[in-house]
């Protein structure tokens, strides 16, 4: 993630460049907070890079002799079915719709746009196998979860 975070960094700088010459030149407000909120965006993801680089140090992309299986490693759980992402869509759109048309409305949207988000963030907040290390990883020795002796 090294050359992630300095890629980033990189578009910070830039997003901080213009925003001083364009709020020197213009003297218009709207345009450089808009330039600077995207410099402050871009260190935000810089910072953040950089942080889970030197967590976990060199990746395989960041050296210039790995070869491909060297990126190979545990797969990660992705979930099979879930609701909440279309009852957060549902919610966000009557947020806003409720914007339009009033208080109550937008209260509702609010109210299912929480439970949506909520649900999605701890759905599996209690899951035990943890990365495919669990009874019920098809990654485990004994092939998938079907063809497992009961």
Same mark, same amino acid.
């Not at 050359?3 to 003297?27: D, M, N, P």
């Given at each position: ?6 890629? $980033?960094?990189? =578009? ?12 020197? $030149? ?13 410099? #402050? ?5 810089? /910072?953040?890079?950089?942080? %889970? ?23 990660? $759980? ?16 009557? =947020?806003?719709?409720?914007? =339009?048309?009033? #208080? ?5 949207? #609010? ?6 988000? /909520? ?13 495919? %290390? ?17």
């Amino acid at each position: 993630m090294r050359t992630e975070a300095r890629l $980033f960094t990189g =578009v910070a700088v830039f997003f901080a460049v213009t925003a001083a010459g364009y709020g020197w $030149f213009s003297e218009e407000p709207a345009g450089t907070a808009v330039l600077a909120i995207a410099s #402050l965006m871009a260190v935000l993801v810089a /910072f953040f890079l950089h942080v %889970q680089y030197r967590r976990r140090g060199r990746r395989a992309q960041d050296r210039g002799d790995a070869e491909v299986v060297d990126t190979a490693g545990p797969l990660e $759980f992705l979930p099979p079915h879930s609701p909440w992402p279309i009852t957060t869509a549902m919610g966000s759109v009557v =947020v806003a719709l409720g914007v =339009v048309y009033g #208080l109550w409305l937008f209260l509702l949207g #609010l109210g299912v746009l929480a439970h949506g988000v /909520f649900g999605m963030v701890f759905q599996y907040a209690a899951r035990s196998d943890r990365a495919g %290390q669990g009874s019920n990883s098809p990654l485990r020795a004994g092939g998938s979860s079907s063809t497992r002796s009961r």
